[in-house]
T-cell receptor, first 111, second 112 residues
Framework: GDSVTQMEGPVTLSEEAFLTINCTYTATGYPSLFWYVQYPGEGLQLLLK?????DKGSNKGFEATYRKETTSFHLEKGSVQVSDSAVYFCAPSIGGTPLVFGKGTRLSVIA | DGGITQSPKYLFRKEGQNVTLSCEQN?????MYWYRQDPGQGLRLIYY???????QKGDIAEGYSVSREKKESFPLTVTSAQKNPTAFYLC???????????FGQGTRLTVV
């Protein structure tokens, strides 16, 4: 079945540092790929998405590129802020099936 | 405003009691989902429904039940058969299965 592996956390960075959170997936076919963010005590919010190979999703300074050859969708941000502290989830989906979520990566950004 | 609403935000129940968590959406979405979140385990799928009057078990359906009598509503019942019900429960919906999902704010259930 489909599955996703995310980089283990927690990740602690200083403000303005570069962020990478790795995500690889296994899936038959051509999944859509999503990154979600969860702030403390809240539900998940869609951060960005990509629906086909080589697409780049971007939002709020975050980016991720759909790499079919390496089955990866790594999340990056050039300069993190304290307000980016949250848990980040990678999720692939084949059409018609529910999203499969990674275990999440907790990011803490310190001033 | 369109969205997905879960209620209540916090719920306390005694062991052995059934409890029903509410989930309502006004996004006109066909698909709805229930996930359970435990620390360090990410989200696990309990049940999902792709259309009214139809639903399927997810990875951890034992001890849970659902209904989908209306497009807008997908309530989850946590029964006394669920051995470890204390968790954070998240409801989500999408326009159709496999598309981006929109989440509610979650219900934190504590069983004492």
């Amino acid at each position: 079945g489909d599955s996703v592996t995310q980089m283990e956390g927690p990740v602690t960075l200083s403000e303005e540092a570069f962020l990478t959170i790795n995500c690889t997936y296994t899936a038959t076919g051509y999944p859509s790929l999503f990154w979600y963010v969860q702030y403390p005590g809240e539900g998940l919010q869609l951060l960005l998405k990509a629906t086909k190979a080589d697409d780049k999703g971007s939002n709020k300074g975050f980016e991720a590129t759909y790499r079919k050859e390496t089955t990866s969708f790594h999340l990056e941000k050039g300069s993190v802020q304290v307000s980016d502290s949250a848990v980040y989830f990678c999720a692939p989906s084949i059409g018609g099936t529910p999203l499969v979520f990674g275990k999440g990566t907790r990011l803490s950004v310190i001033a | 405003d369109g969205g997905i609403t879960q209620s209540p935000k916090y719920l306390f129940r005694k062991e052995g009691q059934n409890v029903t968590l509410s989930c309502e959406q006004n996004l006109n979405h066909d698909a709805m989902y229930w996930y359970r979140q435990d620390p360090g385990q990410g989200l696990r799928l309990i049940y999902y429904s792709q259309i009214v009057n139809d639903f399927q078990k997810g990875d951890i359906a034992e001890g849970y039940s659902v209904s989908r009598e209306k497009k807008e509503s997908f309530p989850l019942t946590v029964t006394s058969a669920q051995k470890n019900p204390t968790a954070f429960y998240l409801c989500a919906s999408s326009i159709e299965g496999g598309r981006e999902a929109f989440f509610g704010q979650g219900t934190r259930l504590t069983v004492v």
